[in-house]
């Protein structure tokens, strides 16, 4: 004997937000909430437990950026209201799609592998796509390849940055810890996203990279600060480039450190060392270029770095 | 894992117009396109057949054919056109359009992507928004990419002189180039190097000059594979950036106090050398022996030339 028959599980509150999308873009006029609990499939029980319904399923297509009318149906009367979509909001129109053009956006959309902007890229295409445009396989002659790394969780970023919504969220550094912050921007760099953002147990601007956050979660009311200008951001990680860059004097052992070399103001020394002059943008990059090329190198000044470098060693022996 | 219902509704609202202008399309196709398995496809289509205007006779419910696992839209009521895009795929749009400028494009092409550009941020209105995100960071600028991008066309083979990663000598090499990626935003190439007699990844900012040849590259027959060994290690628990950036040669991770205890995987010592010695912090390498002794003499060299041993 085979398998019984499965009948399909009904869906009712799919079905009911597809039916209520459909009646108001129908309507060439506001329709009240009574007229859609007589007409549209799926509204049924008290009158009570079908407003509360309405209200939950006009918050769910707005969430889907449908955008709802809402009006008095009599101006002098304005506690009865109306409510429909309509199609010139609702439809897509962009004007004068090419093929060719819908094939770039193809590739462009398959630039991401973070989860928010490639499904957003893609459900875009796809609306693209049934404008009736034939998509021609776009050949750039050019690789176009991935920009990020995906992370889990741009989605609530998103939503929160958008809202100005606060976020809290547990963050692994030197220390993990819980943080509370109000999230001001997104920012992808070398291939990370990272978010900037008011630490508000500091009241400090700080830069977070997404992927050391977990338990990301939204807390509090919508519009709940004001951002912050850009030049007011200036002093997280990215926004410091014309901050003052630091200058190291290096002794570097002549035919070596190649890499090291690109950019630098280079003197002979003696007969196995080079003077290398080199500018950093941060202390930091400086510190790893020189530990990379080990015994090849050397900290003239400035004396700080020298004298990190020698504890740093020494802490390494021991 | 199942649909929620809005999650379901945006696809649905998204499938009708879509199927509108692809008619006869299978439900395999139509799965792999919404991102969906195929009875998810199945169920969504169930879904919409239900669904209509209000009488929901004959007359005005979605009508949809699906014989032998195509699909065709008979009637879609109200839902023939596309709904408009909202924010976030606008901006994941225009974003996108920037990454393929930033990556060295043709101009015939960069002319498409800037009227492309208008067009979307046209349909964003409120330009603010994409002052949320700033990706102008993603990748550094190559000389060698539309040369590379011309070699990855034509299956056409290069002469490069190249700084070595970890040795950080200047070697001629003859490759074929396989591949294009970004690793913290650096561009590597992945190609048949003729010299290593494999495949290596070459970071486009070390190499000093590259040409296109025309010479042939067939891999030798002795070609031998790289052989990984183990290796334990000690960082510091704030360089999460080594996981991060390495993962891929990172067996294991235990936290040991305040340091990280970590197993790799790895065939390239002397690369890992130079990354370890670059981690700003205690670190130390407890096996194998002959690994853990050679860092302990680039230390002391290093040492020796501060003049502290």
Same mark, same amino acid.
């Given at each position: 004997?085979?398998? !019984?028959?499965?009948?399909?599980?009904?869906?009712?509150?799919?079905?009911?937000?597809?039916?209520?999308?459909?009646? +108001?873009?129908?309507?060439?006029?506001?329709? @009240?909430?009574?007229?859609?609990?007589?007409? #549209?499939?799926?509204?049924?029980?008290?009158?009570?437990?079908?407003?509360?319904?309405?209200?939950?399923?006009?918050?769910?297509?707005?969430?889907?950026?449908?955008?709802?009318?809402?009006?008095?149906?009599?101006?002098?009367?304005?506690?009865?209201?109306?409510?429909?979509?309509?199609?010139?909001?609702?439809?897509? @129109?962009? !004007?004068?799609?090419?093929?060719?053009?819908?094939?770039?956006?193809?590739?462009?959309?398959?630039?991401?592998?973070?989860?928010?902007?490639?499904?957003?890229?893609?459900?875009?295409?796809?609306?693209?796509?049934?404008? /009736?445009?034939?998509?021609?396989?776009?050949?750039?002659?050019?690789?176009?390849?991935?920009?990020?790394?995906?992370?889990?969780? +741009?989605? #609530?970023?998103?939503?929160? +940055?958008?809202?100005?919504?606060?976020?809290?969220?547990?963050?692994?550094?030197?220390?993990?810890?819980?943080?509370?912050?109000?999230?001001?921007?997104?920012?992808?760099?070398?291939?990370?996203?990272?978010?900037? /953002?008011?630490?508000?147990?500091?009241?400090?601007?700080?830069?977070?990279?997404?992927?050391?956050?977990?338990?990301?979660?939204?807390?509090?009311?919508?519009?709940?600060?004001?951002?912050?200008?850009?030049?007011?951001?200036?002093?997280?990680?990215?926004?410091?480039?014309?901050?003052?860059?630091?200058?190291? #004097?290096?002794?570097?052992?002549?035919?070596?450190?190649?890499?090291?070399?690109?950019?630098?103001?280079?003197?002979?020394?003696?007969?196995?060392?080079? +003077? #290398?002059?080199?500018?950093?943008?941060?202390?930091?990059?400086?510190?790893?270029?020189?530990?990379?090329?080990?015994?090849?190198?050397?900290?003239?000044?400035?004396?700080?770095?020298?004298?990190?470098?020698?504890?740093?060693?020494?802490?390494?022996?021991? | 894992?199942?649909?929620?219902?809005?999650?379901?509704?945006?696809?649905?609202?998204?499938?009708?117009?879509?199927?509108?202008?692809?008619?006869?399309?299978? $439900?395999?196709?139509?799965?792999?396109?919404?991102?969906?398995?195929?009875?998810?496809?199945?169920?969504?289509?169930?879904?919409?057949? *239900?669904?209509?205007?209000?009488?929901?006779?004959?007359?005005?419910?979605?009508?949809?054919?699906?014989?032998?696992?195509?699909?065709?839209?008979?009637?879609?009521?109200?839902?023939?056109?596309?709904?408009?895009?909202?924010?976030?795929?606008?901006?994941?749009?225009?974003?996108?359009?920037?990454?393929?400028?930033? %990556?060295?494009?043709?101009?015939?092409?960069?002319?498409?992507?800037?009227?492309?550009?208008?067009? *979307?941020?046209?349909?964003?209105?409120? $330009?603010?928004?994409?002052?949320?995100?700033?990706?102008?960071?993603?990748?550094?600028?190559?000389?060698?990419?539309?040369?590379?991008?011309?070699?990855?066309?034509?299956?056409?083979? *290069?002469?490069?002189?190249?700084?070595?990663?970890?040795?950080?000598?200047?070697?001629?090499?003859?490759?074929?180039?396989?591949?294009?990626?970004?690793? =913290?935003?650096?561009?590597?190439?992945?190609?048949?190097?003729?010299?290593? %007699?494999?495949?290596?990844?070459?970071?486009?900012?070390?190499? %000093?000059?590259?040409?296109?040849?025309?010479?042939?590259?067939?891999?030798?027959?002795?070609?031998?594979?790289?052989?990984?060994?183990?290796?334990?290690?000690?960082?510091?628990?704030?360089?999460?950036?080594?996981?991060?950036?390495?993962?891929?040669?990172?067996?294991?991770?235990?936290?040991?106090?305040?340091?990280?205890?970590?197993?790799?995987?790895?065939?390239?010592?002397?690369?890992?050398?130079?990354?370890? =010695?670059?981690?700003?912090?205690?670190?130390?390498?407890?096996?194998?022996?002959?690994? =853990?002794?050679?860092?302990?003499?680039?230390?002391?060299?290093?040492?020796?030339?501060?003049? %502290? $041993?």
């Amino acid at each position: 004997m085979g398998e !019984p028959y499965r009948y399909p599980v009904p869906d009712l509150k799919t079905e009911r937000l597809i039916n209520l999308t459909m009646a +108001l873009l129908a309507s060439k006029r506001l329709i @009240t909430k009574a007229e859609i609990f007589q007409s #549209v499939a799926g509204y049924s029980g008290a009158t009570e437990s079908m407003e509360r319904m309405f209200e939950r399923d006009k918050d769910d297509l707005r969430s889907l950026g449908i955008e709802i009318e809402v009006a008095p149906l009599d101006s002098l009367f304005e506690d009865e209201l109306g409510y429909r979509i309509s199609p010139d909001k609702y439809s897509l @129109t962009v !004007p004068d799609l090419t093929s060719q053009e819908l094939g770039v956006l193809s590739v462009a959309a398959n630039s991401w592998q973070n989860a928010l902007f490639s499904q957003g890229a893609q459900r875009a295409l796809r609306k693209l796509e049934s404008l /009736g445009v034939e998509t021609s396989a776009a050949s750039l002659q050019t690789a176009i390849v991935p920009v990020d790394r995906n992370v889990g969780d +741009l989605h #609530v970023l998103w939503q929160a +940055l958008t809202e100005s919504r606060v976020l809290t969220f547990t963050y692994s550094s030197m220390e993990t810890s819980e943080r509370e912050v109000n999230p001001y921007k997104l920012s992808l760099f070398r291939g990370d996203w990272y978010l900037i /953002g008011e630490d508000r147990s500091k009241s400090v601007i700080r830069t977070f990279k997404v992927r050391r956050m977990s338990k990301i979660a939204i807390k509090g009311k919508s519009r709940a600060f004001e951002r912050p200008t850009d030049e007011a951001m200036k002093t997280t990680l990215f926004g410091n480039v014309d901050d003052e860059q630091i200058r190291v #004097v290096l002794r570097v052992r002549k035919e070596a450190c190649l890499s090291l070399r690109t950019g630098a103001i280079i003197n002979a020394f003696d007969e196995d060392w080079d +003077l #290398v002059v080199k500018d950093y943008q941060y202390e930091k990059e400086a510190l790893s270029e020189i530990l990379w090329h080990g015994d090849d190198v050397e900290v003239v000044e400035p004396a700080s770095l020298r004298s990190h470098i020698v504890s740093l060693i020494e802490s390494r022996i021991a | 894992m199942s649909l929620s219902a809005i999650e379901r509704t945006s696809k649905a609202l998204d499938l009708i117009p879509y199927i509108v202008e692809h008619p006869a399309i299978s $439900i395999e196709e139509l799965a792999e396109i919404f991102s969906v398995p195929s009875a998810e496809m199945v169920e969504l289509l169930n879904i919409v057949f *239900m669904c209509g205007l209000p009488g929901y006779s004959h007359l005005e419910l979605i009508d949809i054919s699906t014989e032998d696992g195509f699909v065709s839209v008979i009637d879609p009521q109200n839902l023939d056109r596309p709904r408009k895009l909202t924010q976030v795929e606008i901006i994941s749009i225009v974003l996108g359009l920037q990454n393929l400028k930033s %990556q060295g494009v043709k101009p015939a092409v960069m002319v498409i992507i800037e009227d492309l550009e208008k067009k *979307m941020l046209a349909l964003l209105g409120d $330009i603010e928004t994409l002052s949320l995100v700033d990706s102008s960071q993603t990748v550094e600028q190559s000389p060698w990419k539309p040369l590379i991008d011309d070699c990855l066309n034509e299956s056409a083979t *290069m002469e490069i002189d190249y700084v070595g990663l970890a040795s950080e000598k200047l070697t001629h090499r003859l490759i074929a180039p396989k591949k294009l990626y970004i690793n =913290s935003g650096h561009y590597y190439l992945r190609a048949f190097c003729s010299t290593a %007699q494999s495949e290596r990844n070459f970071r486009l900012d070390r190499i %000093q000059s590259a040409t296109k040849s025309s010479q042939v590259l067939l891999p030798s027959v002795s070609a031998v594979a790289d052989v990984d060994q183990e290796v334990q290690i000690l960082i510091p628990k704030g360089a999460l950036q080594f996981i991060e950036l390495h993962n891929e040669i990172v067996e294991t991770s235990q936290e040991l106090g305040d340091q990280l205890h970590l197993t790799l995987s790895i065939s390239n010592t002397a690369w890992l050398l130079r990354t370890l =010695s670059a981690i700003d912090g205690s670190v130390s390498i407890l096996s194998p022996e002959n690994l =853990s002794r050679d860092f302990q003499l680039l230390n002391q060299r290093v040492l020796s030339n501060y003049g %502290q $041993i």
